[in-house]
């Protein structure tokens, strides 16, 4: 698919056909002064407590690079839906506005906006789908790993979900929200040629069964591939497998490769890993560690974790990379301003309040977070402003933070989190209040509506 010079990911063509008419029709009817658009999340998905911010590197790079292609223009002009002024203003465009947002790692919780916009009107409309797109996808999935990690605590976790992620890009991306929310690493390759983060891979069942003895598979793995040395035990009998990987470890230690792990994939693990370990252990093997993968979440990680099996780490692969049980944030991006006039929408279970926010957030004994207070930007409240400068006029107002930075801030804010939050198996509250200010405003805006419409 010929769509230019570029990556299918960074064209100004991943919207919806709305965004274009709209913008078509701001410029024929001169609405073009400055706005701004406010992302955030509704209510929280069922059995969440809390979210996680993740993505923002990707919408602020794609905004870096807005512009459209010739063969993008030439396309728009083939539909015939658009005039010529729309075409040149098109040909043009490049973001020149302002971002602000809460830095990735962050929690958040409902109606605290995440990031907003602030540029002309028909350039902030345009750059809706593809924002959330971008920003949703790796918060719930961030979302979804930090939770993991509340149920494993000081556990090994692993992303093993990229063969059932929705699409390249959805995998790869959960491969960084995870390790953001702070996962040992991925199995996808690519992941660690792009951002450095640790890739783990084992051995799949079906090298077991290409040999007519596992004992021998085994061996021959580990004479292959010796560093980091897992081997897979599930693939007939985990038991006495175990055994056999006690009466090879010997022979592979004079030869100086030590087996680190075993995994097992299947089965009731909390009492196969109890039996594999006392194998192990009366084998001389206690420094071999269990791993287990198999269709795992937060909560089933939980109960094992609970029970105290001699588990040391987890491969969780379809329930992280798509959030399998909560697959979706309901997640918005709504004019707030336009012309220094606050605006707000204000149908039936989708009101929202209007004008620029910052968000405010103090912190209780401990260093744990007691409560939000969501008001307008300059109406300082007590706490620490969690929205920050990104870019200004199109440019950034500081590098990007690195990866590691970001995965410190994500610890920070999970360490941070008050015990009602950390149960993964029971949805707790935290509260978020509304400022007077920004009520006061809101009374304002919609004495307005009532006398205008």
């Not at 999340?41 to 969440?48: A, H, I, M, T």
């Not at 079906?206 to 035990?233: G, K």
């Not at 309901?330 to 209007?354: F, H, M, N």
Request: glycine share 8%; aromatic share 6%; with cysteine.
């Amino acid at each position: 698919m010929d769509i230019g010079d570029r990556n299918i990911g960074d064209s100004p063509l991943l919207t919806d056909l709305y965004q274009l008419n709209m913008m078509q029709a701001y410029l024929r009817t001169g609405l073009t002064a400055t706005a701004s658009f406010e992302m955030f999340v509704r209510r929280l998905p069922p059995g969440r407590s809390f979210l996680m911010a993740a993505g923002l590197e990707q919408a602020v790079a794609w905004l870096e690079g807005l512009r459209f292609s010739p063969a993008e223009l030439a396309y728009l002009e083939r539909s015939g839906r658009f005039d010529r002024a729309m075409l040149d203003h098109l040909a043009g465009l490049r973001f020149t506005g302002d971002v602000d947002a809460m830095p990735e790692g962050t929690v958040f919780f409902p109606d605290e906006p995440l990031l907003r916009i602030t540029a002309p009107l028909p350039l902030a409309q345009l750059l809706e789908s593809r924002l959330i797109n971008l920003v949703q996808f790796q918060s719930l999935i961030a979302t979804k790993a930090a939770r993991v990690m509340l149920a494993a605590p000081g556990k090994a976790l692993v992303d093993f979900g990229f063969r059932r992620a929705h699409g390249a890009e959805a995998g790869l991306m959960a491969a960084r929200a995870s390790y953001i929310a702070g996962f040992a690493g991925t199995a996808t390759v690519l992941a660690e040629m792009l951002w450095g983060i640790p890739c783990y891979g084992t051995m799949a069942h079906s090298y077991v069964q290409a040999h007519e003895d596992e004992i021998v598979a085994f061996e021959s793995f580990a004479r292959a591939r010796p560093d980091n040395l897992t081997l897979l035990i599930d693939t007939y009998d985990p038991v006495a497998a175990a055994r056999k990987v006690v009466a090879l470890a010997p022979k592979l230690a004079r030869d100086g490769i030590t087996v680190q792990a075993v995994r097992i994939d299947s089965g009731d693990l909390v009492a196969l890993s109890r039996q594999v370990r006392q194998v192990l252990d009366d084998g001389g093997c206690r420094d071999v560690r269990i791993f287990v993968s198999g269709g795992l979440d937060e909560v089933s990680i939980d109960a094992i974790v609970k029970a105290g099996a001699p588990i040391a780490g987890f491969g969780v692969g379809t329930a992280l990379t798509t959030s399998q049980d909560q697959p979706v944030l309901d997640i918005v991006y709504k004019l707030q301003e336009y012309d220094g006039v606050a605006r707000r929408k204000r149908s039936a279970d989708k009101q929202t309040w209007p004008g620029r926010k910052q968000v405010w957030r103090r912190h209780g004994a401990g260093g744990a977070i007691a409560g939000d207070v969501v008001s307008l930007d300059g109406d300082r409240q007590d706490g620490s402003p969690l929205l920050a400068p990104v870019m200004r006029a199109g440019q950034r107002v500081q590098p990007a933070p690195s990866l590691a930075e970001i995965r410190a801030r994500a610890a920070a804010e999970l360490a941070a989190l008050p015990p009602g939050l950390r149960d993964v198996t029971v949805a707790g509250a935290y509260p978020v209040t509304i400022a007077p200010a920004l009520r006061a405003l809101t009374a304002e805006v919609d004495r307005r509506i009532a006398t205008h419409g």
